[in-house]
């Protein structure tokens, strides 16, 4: 008797599709992978498809458009579990620095025939939406990470994602903190860890690109910007990068605007 596979779904919203191709840079994993499952939607690699309901759905990009919002509730009614991947589908990403400001008018600008385009307000995270099972931050997100969502998710266990701090991974790396070093402003206490440690492994502040760890302290964070000489325009472009939008990073970029 032939086993049934589980069938995977990936889909795409405004976002760059860098954390799609994070799964097919995979490659020996994504064999195993393949083993496991029926990937059954992912136009990124196939344009071959399999209609739902899905197991496993995972979700790339923001809400930006009103077609987009009704699209992701279809989504999730023919989805078992629906999981978001990387900072636009969990924060809305990089584009969502338009919500600190009038999109109108930055349509006017940039289109010739501003009526042709219909936008929402704000770019979105997808649990703004619907339920989402699992948010896997990063920009891009961790492949290894990735792997191990789908394989908690098909064995009926909780993922094992750090929800620590960047600066665990400096420690782990042996890294000289950049930041009481050298006086570089650097995220790193308050991101989630994923990335290695990359930019400080090179002498560079974190950016933030996997989004605020587990209860960040932003606003301690901020002060200490401050006695780094940063000024409220400077602290304000930091903590607007690709998770801007994202609640404590949000929060505490709005409260050095006012």
């Known amino acids: 008797m032939k086993v049934k596979k589980p069938k995977i779904a990936v889909w795409k919203f405004a976002s760059c599709d860098g954390c799609q191709l994070s799964l097919l840079d995979c490659e020996d994993e994504l064999l195993d992978v393949v083993g496991a499952v029926e990937i059954a939607y992912f136009l990124e690699a196939s344009r071959a498809t399999v209609s739902g309901p899905y197991d496993i759905s995972l979700v790339e990009g923001s ?3 009103p077609h987009d919002a009704e699209r992701i509730h279809k ?7 629906l999981i978001t991947i990387g900072a636009c589908a969990t924060a809305g990403g990089i584009q969502a620095l338009r919500n600190f400001k009038d999109v109108k008018e930055f349509i006017s600008i940039v289109y010739a025939n501003p009526s042709y385009i ?8 997808i649990a703004d939406h619907v339920f989402v099972d699992f948010e896997l931050r ?12 789908i394989n908690a998710f098909l064995n ?17 790396n042996g890294n000289v903190c950049v930041m009481v070093s ?11 860890a994923g990335c290695g440690a990359i930019c400080p492994s090179y002498n560079r502040g974190c950016y933030g690109c996997f989004g605020p760890k587990e ?3 932003v606003f301690a964070l901020s002060e200490h910007f401050v006695k780094l000489g940063l000024k409220s325009a400077d602290i304000i472009r930091v903590l607007r990068n690709f998770n801007s939008y994202a609640e404590p990073f949000r929060k505490g970029s709005e409260a050095y605007e006012r």
Do not use: D
Not at 118 to 125: A, C, F, G, R, Y
Not at 138 to 149: D, S, W
Not at 157 to 170: A, F, G, L, Q, W
């Open 138 to 149: 990063g920009c891009p997100i961790n492949k290894y990470h990735l792997i191990e969502v």
């Open 75 to 81: 989504i999730r009614k023919v989805s078992k579990y």
């Open 182 to 192: 050298k006086g570089t402003p650097c995220l790193g206490p308050v991101v989630q």
């Open 63 to 65: 809400i930006t458009t």
């Open 118 to 125: 219909e936008t929402l307000n704000k770019s979105t995270p």
């Open 156 to 172: 009926g266990r909780k993922p094992n994602i750090p929800t620590y701090s960047v600066c665990m991974e400096c420690k782990r």
């Open 215 to 217: 209860t960040p302290n």
